[in-house]
């Protein structure tokens, strides 16, 4: 029987100490998931806004029931929460034996009179699954729900919401998404589940969850009651056989446009964005990031409503696939004269009748990943975030706290912010994919006896993913918010019609820190099969069973390979061990090629092969400024700027080579190319 439960830890015992909570696991100590947020401004607890009257939607009849069911297959949460087809999540029993078994490992004394948050990000089935989830609570005991109006909220959102409203009241939150995964109903559904420190299940409790899955054998409904009025803010009540639970319906980007005020210096965005020589266009790609992109950049900052588009969130984001980067988010690559593979457009520079944008950004379906392109220009998310460490200092939310104390990167992401942080002086984490690590990592100075800290903290994967410890998930509204911020400081007093630029400001990063060429190729959807097939035979070889060949080059103009090996984390924080993170094969000079399998795909395997290669600043180049106002802007030579594809094509062609993807998969390129 499962032993895990919540329970309140000593984390308060310590005088002036902010409580917390821990799990404790099994044989595995204390994992520590609570850390209130005192970051943002308090606000009051306003659901009733308005002054909404309370409706009680307990109907004659309604009954909570113990419903008999059998263990499903297959309920493993991946990198980031469980996604299968809409199909698979629609047949009888299935999110309700998801929903119950993380129930479960919560416990009932955790959920008894709880707040939970329920949140999504509209997507096809999220409003049935919503009901559904609500009248699960209900039946487990829980007190509150907080749901988005719609059951509409970004992920991000959801983390602030659990840590900042109310007081860091609520216990946990379902997120309703298969986040950059398409959705329909032939396509993708999802859930998440996020803990108290508002961030996703720490692996101890998605194992845990996933055990409980195998062995469910009942859940609990209420049964009869009609379903809870999402459409506007107020609060209702949901009650049946003598439960009953408040539903606080809110317009959660009130919450959200708080935190960036807080965050960020909104007033001198809109300086920037008032330009004659400055234009932008963000697509929120029709999913849950429109809505606080209208309340922050529309309606607190200023910007014409043709710069915001696609942001109506939409059941099947209008037939896209929700995933910004160069070639799911093609109309945004194209208007700013780029091609899907990043280079300039062949016509970018005709004469147009309006010039091109000088900034454009994408989020995804649940609104946590962002892309940033400037004019003819693609920033990798590696790069993104080193640029954003390089400045942080510029930043408020930083800058208030005396600037950033560490910096964390999932290993296949790019090293390029290694670089900045050895300029800063400050720790760099490697975190294995998944943006459960950092919350551990932001959170270390409130474990039990700690005497390290970590935060502010900023953190990023390659895969789109930038945020930091204002919340505990990735922020692609706050990523935005971020270049924005660059620009503006960069442009401050600079004369109309001489905009420093995205390019300026990375060439200039280039020049300073060398570069960090670095490519993501994605195989998708091939066989389970054969992406097994292709990583054990890249497993032998990294645990010595089969030979490496480090004694001649594996293509043209390749370095030579000096080692094989399997990224393993130990987190730092509560030793924690995680296995099987990517293989890794290091070539001499530095250059690296990274295997993975993805954790977040509904079909077969997807394969990632993650390539990287350094090329150092010129010798004599000045060294890195101090973090003290806007960087100097400096002058990158060819080297650095050669397009990325070509630097790097001798790593790739050895990476193919060595790994035999091609004849094991039978593909010959591959279907996506960050
Ligand atoms: C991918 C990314 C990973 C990211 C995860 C969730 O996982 O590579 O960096 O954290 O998606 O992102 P995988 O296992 O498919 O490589 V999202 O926007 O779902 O929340
Ligand atoms: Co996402």
């Known amino acids: ?84 087809r809409t199909a698979v999540f629609m047949e009888p029993n299935y999110v309700e034996n998801l929903v119950q078994a993380f129930f479960d490992t919560l416990g009932a004394d955790a959920l008894a009179g709880s707040t939970l ?57 379902v997120v309703l998404t298969a986040s950059h995964n398409p959705g329909g109903a032939d396509k993708d559904f999802g859930l998440k589940f996020n803990v108290a420190n508002g961030g996703p299940a720490p692996e101890p409790v998605t194992d845990a969850v996933y ?155 649940d609104g ?52 900045v942080a050895a300029a800063l002086g400050i720790p760099c984490f490697e975190t294995p994919s998944g943006w459960k690590f950092f919350g551990n990592l932001m959170d270390a100075h409130l474990r039990v006896g700690s005497s390290v800290r970590y935060s502010p903290l900023l953190c990023g994967e390659e895969s789109f993913g930038t945020g930091s410890d204002h919340v505990r998930e990735k922020d692609g509204v706050w990523a935005i918010l971020a270049w924005l911020s660059i620009l503006a400081a960069h442009n401050r007093g600079v004369a109309e019609g001489s905009l420093v630029t995205v390019a300026q400001i990375v060439s200039s990063h280039w020049a300073t820190y060398g570069r960090n060429f670095y490519t993501r190729h994605d195989y998708e959807e091939v066989s389970a099969e054969q992406g097994a097939a292709l990583v054990s035979r890249l497993q032998a070889m990294a645990s010595g069973a089969a030979p490496v060949p480090t004694d001649r080059p594996l293509a ?38 990274v295997f993975r399998l993805s954790g977040t795909g509904s079909v077969g395997a997807t394969v990632r092969l993650y390539v990287e290669k350094f090329v150092p600043p010129p010798s004599g180049a000045p060294p890195p400024p101090p973090p003290v106002g806007t960087p100097p802007l400096r002058e990158a030579s060819a080297e650095l700027l050669e397009p990325t594809q070509r630097a790097l094509a001798p790593v790739v062609q050895a990476a193919l080579a060595l790994s035999q993807l091609r004849e094991i998969t039978g593909r010959q390129a591959p279907d996506v190319v960050t």
């Open 117 to 173: 948050v329920v949140g999504g990000d509209g997507r096809f089935f999220c409003a049935e699954a919503a009901q559904t989830v609500l009248r699960m609570a209900l039946a487990n005991g829980v007190g509150r729900c907080w749901v988005g109006v719609g059951g509409l909220i970004a992920t991000p959102a959801v983390s602030a919401l659990i840590r900042e409203r109310d007081g860091g009241s609520a216990l946990c939150g």
């Open 211 to 365: 055990e409980r899955t195998r062995t469910l054998r009942e859940y609990r409904i209420a049964v009869g009651t009609p379903d809870v009025d999402l459409s506007a803010p107020g609060a209702r009540v949901l009650s049946a056989g003598g439960y009953s639970m408040a539903v606080e319906v809110l317009d959660t980007t009130a919450d959200y446009a708080q935190l960036a005020q807080a965050c960020f210096d909104l007033p001198a965005i809109g300086a920037l964005v008032k330009r004659a020589d400055f234009r932008m266009v963000i697509d929120a790609m029709h999913g849950a990031a429109g809505p606080y992109l209208l309340a922050v950049l529309g309606a607190l900052v200023g910007c014409p409503e043709d710069s915001l588009v696609n942001c109506t969130p939409l059941p099947d984001f209008g037939g896209v696939h929700p995933d910004p980067n160069l070639t799911y988010a093609p109309e945004l690559v194209r208007a700013l004269g780029l091609t899907r593979d990043g280079t300039p457009a062949d016509d970018a520079d005709a004469p147009r009748e309006r010039p091109l944008p000088a900034f454009g950004a994408a989020c995804d379906g």
């Open 1 to 84: 029987m499962l032993s895990l439960v919540l329970c309140l830890a000593a984390a308060g015992a310590a005088a002036g100490a902010p409580r917390g909570w821990s799990v404790p696991v099994r044989g595995t100590g204390h994992a520590f998931v609570r850390a209130p947020a005192r970051f943002a401004p308090r606000r009051p607890l306003s659901a009733l806004r308005g002054g909404a009257s309370v409706v009680a939607v307990a109907a004659n009849g309604a009954s909570v029931e113990t419903v008999a069911t059998l263990p499903i297959d297959g309920q493993r949460p991946g990198t980031s929460g469980v996604r299968k």
């Open 556 to 593: 043209p103009g390749a370095p030579l390979l000096e080692s094989v090996d399997e990224f393993e984390y130990t987190d730092p924080t509560d030793g924690s061990v995680s296995r099987n993170q990517g293989i890794r094969c290091l070539f001499h000079g530095g250059a690296r090629a």
């Open 368 to 419: 946590d990943r962002n892309m940033i392109l400037g004019e003819r220009f693609f920033v990798t998310p590696s790069d993104s975030l080193a640029v954003i460490a390089a400045h942080a200092h510029l930043l408020p939310q930083f800058e208030r706290q005396g600037g950033l104390r560490a910096v964390a990167r999932s290993m296949p992401t790019g090293g390029a912010v290694d670089r």
